[in-house]
């Protein structure tokens, strides 16, 4: 079974601070892991995602994220946060089935969420 | 359709109806995700379905729920009996298929829905 833990529900930061949100994952099999953005009102946004390869990965918006199996972390960073990045951040976990040839359903497991808020 | 459509986008019940929650797919899309948001808690899987077979149903909280698939595009979630813990936001995702590069799932604006 897999679990994910975002540390911090709430993170606050000024307008063109870098924003840090922490992720740690649990997983007996390599992750695949992905970072979501929920405005009010809407659905879930994809804002990026990490399968193989490179480790460190750039997403929309300016955002981008770092796997390290060391740390089995995976946390989000932006280097200046605007007023548009207010939102719900969720990070989750899918797992690939090992020798399903390259296939998995796809069940994702969130964390809890981390609640963005942006001041001038 | 351009993006996953949820319908409908808010319901109120009172505690003992049932209730049909119904999501519109990306057309061509051949997997469907349900999930359950509650209030001050993370996504939970509830059930997946590839085409219109449903392989993996261990997510539905109880006998109540049940989902099914027609025309391998629209999904209907059925909740029986509402209980007031029934009470969150219900997503629905869908994705090309199930191969890495194809699961990107895609998310509806869900639906919020209330049991007084």
């Known amino acids: 079974a897999q679990s994910v833990t975002q540390l911090g529900s709430h993170v606050s930061v000024s307008e063109g601070a870098l924003v840090l949100l922490r992720c740690n994952y649990s997983s007996s099999v390599p992750p695949y892991l992905f970072w979501y953005v929920q405005y009010p009102n809407q659905g879930l946004q994809l804002l990026l995602k990490y399968t193989t390869g490179a480790t460190l990965v750039k997403g929309i918006n300016g955002f981008e994220a770092e796997f390290k199996k060391s740390e089995t972390s995976f946390h989000l960073t932006k280097p200046s946060a605007h007023m548009s990045d207010a939102a719900e951040y969720f990070c989750a976990v899918s797992v690939h089935p090992i020798g399903a040839g390259g296939t998995s359903y796809g069940k994702l497991t969130f964390g809890q969420g981390t609640i963005l808020t942006v001041h001038p | ?116």
């Open chain 2, 1 to 116: 359709g351009a993006g996953v459509s949820q319908s409908p986008s808010n319901k109120v019940t009172e505690k003992g109806k049932d209730v049909e929650l119904r999501c519109d797919p990306i057309s061509g899309h051949t997997a469907l995700y349900w999930y359950r948001q509650r209030l001050g808690q993370g996504l939970e899987f509830l059930i997946y379905f590839q085409g219109n077979s449903a392989p993996d149903k261990s997510g539905l909280p109880s006998d109540r729920f049940s989902a099914e698939r027609t025309g391998e595009s629209v999904s209907t979630l059925t909740i029986q009996r509402t209980q007031q813990e029934d009470s969150a936001v219900y997503l629905c995702a869908s994705s090309l298929g199930f191969t890495v590069a194809k699961n990107i799932q895609y998310f509806g604006a869900g639906t919020r829905l209330s049991v007084l």
